[in-house]
């Protein structure tokens, strides 16, 4: 009997799907932050995906996946019914969840997945929460309703202006802090880029800004040093002392160059994959 069933699954956009998966054991443990390594089959690699949301009554958890390569697409294609072979967590540290008063979360694309988790327990513990939540256009917005349901403002926003507020993530988040809120915290996932100009802005106003970091992960267990980054000058290793940093300790151009490292092999696995489904294998 397979562990790790597929129960739902929705499409939140083009190339992002939302899965609910039988998984007990970690829906029992999982705190905000925290994320799984996931392997969908004997041939698979293990890709890191954040805790989106859990049940441990109910024991599933729920992961939001963007397709970008080859394992994430194999995985659009599994259904309801459907198993993956392993998932392990819950991995990194938890969100430190504490009462900041103003919080400010900035999430680009899908990075406002893993805000999402961190958004709500912020706003359970008593934080008044605004949301910036950035897409590259209207099709690609997601998970808008929930972040309205934990939120006590949401700013969305498009790069090209066709739903919501035209521009950047960043330009809210400047014009929020321009306007005189103070937040205590500022929250940040998504692209490297958008979370080194989140870091940027909020150093220039002195606010305390926390980034989940995304470089590339293996074990997730800290036997490795795949997954490792430039914080303060130190190497630390993402999975077991992160995923978060003081986003303005880090740094962002050495990750944005260890994530691209792989960008020739990911390619080749990408287009041996589409050849074989379009083969029907
Ligand atoms: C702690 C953590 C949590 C994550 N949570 C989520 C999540 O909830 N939902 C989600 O959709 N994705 C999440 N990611 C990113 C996800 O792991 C990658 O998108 C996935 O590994 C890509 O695998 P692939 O084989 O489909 O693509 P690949 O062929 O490996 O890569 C395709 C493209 O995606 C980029 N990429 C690869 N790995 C990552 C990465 N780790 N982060 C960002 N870009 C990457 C590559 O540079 C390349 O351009 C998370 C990553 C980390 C480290
Ligand atoms: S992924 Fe291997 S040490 Fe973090």
């Keep these: 009997m397979p562990k790790y069933v597929i129960t739902a699954k929705r499409k939140l956009a083009p190339r992002v799907n939302w899965f609910r998966i039988q998984a007990p054991l970690i829906a029992r443990r999982a705190q905000p932050g925290q994320f799984v390594i996931v392997r969908l089959h004997e041939k698979g690699e293990r890709i890191p995906l954040t805790l989106f949301d859990w049940n441990a009554n109910e024991g599933f958890i729920e992961l939001v996946v963007q397709e970008v390569g080859k ?131 909020t150093r220039r106003h002195g606010v305390l800004t926390y980034a989940s970091l995304n470089p590339i992960m293996v074990d997730g267990t800290g036997m490795c040093g795949a997954c490792r980054v430039t914080v303060e000058g130190r190497t630390v290793f993402a999975c077991v002392d992160g995923p978060d940093f003081d986003a303005h300790k880090v740094d962002f151009d050495e990750l944005a160059k260890r994530l691209a490292q792989y960008t020739e092999e990911e390619r080749i696995a990408l287009e041996k994959y589409l050849n074989t489904v379009s083969r029907g294998g």
Aim: net charge neutral.
């Design 71 to 201: 394992t994430t697409m194999e995985m659009g294609r599994y259904n309801v019914g459907d198993h993956v072979l392993n998932i392990t967590g819950p991995l990194g540290n938890p969100t430190h969840i504490d009462m900041y008063g103003v919080v400010v979360i900035v999430c680009g694309g899908v990075g406002s997945a893993v805000c999402y988790p961190v958004a709500k327990a912020l706003r359970e513990r008593g934080n008044k929460v605004i949301s910036i939540i950035g897409f590259r256009t209207r099709e690609l917005v997601i998970l808008e309703e929930e972040f309205r349901r934990i939120s006590d403002e949401v700013i969305v926003t498009t790069d090209d202006g066709s739903y919501g507020v035209k521009g950047f993530t960043t330009d809210a988040l400047r014009s929020l802090l321009e306007s005189g809120v103070k937040p205590g915290l500022v929250y940040t996932a998504g692209p490297v880029i958008m979370m080194k100009k989140v870091a940027e802005i």
